[in-house]
């Protein structure tokens, strides 16, 4: 028979806004420019002032940085979320990464 798909974990939204809170900690140590909205609940980001802003949104259960929906990056690993997302940004707009 065919190989079982685990269940994806729900995440509520207290839950959301929490880790969210998680990641900005973490990317600020990156050095990071990051606005919280718990509202949505989401992160907007960049490198500097003069940089466009990235969005990040927890979907099913990963941080969601890119619109086309290919930049994600599991929940459960805030650290290492930050770590790629500091490093795109800092790739994009020609920074090193810290």
């Known amino acids: ?9 729900t995440w509520n939204h207290a ?4 880790r969210l809170t998680e ?13 919280m909205s718990d509202a949505r609940p989401a992160l907007s980001v960049r490198s ?6 990235v969005s990040i949104q ?3 259960g990963a941080f969601v940085w890119r619109c086309d929906d290919t930049d994600r990056h599991e929940a ?11 490093a795109y940004l ?3 707009d020609g ?3 810290s």
Do not use: Y
């Open 1 to 9: 028979m065919g190989e079982e798909i685990p269940a994806r974990r």
């Open 15 to 18: 839950q959301k806004v929490a």
């Open 23 to 35: 990641l900005c900690r973490e990317l600020v140590k990156h050095g990071i420019r990051v606005e």
């Open 48 to 53: 500097s002032l003069t940089t466009p802003r």
């Open 58 to 60: 927890m979907i099913d």
């Open 76 to 86: 459960d690993d805030v650290s290492g979320a930050a770590h790629r997302i500091a």
């Open 90 to 92: 800092k790739a994009r």
């Open 95 to 97: 920074d090193d990464v």
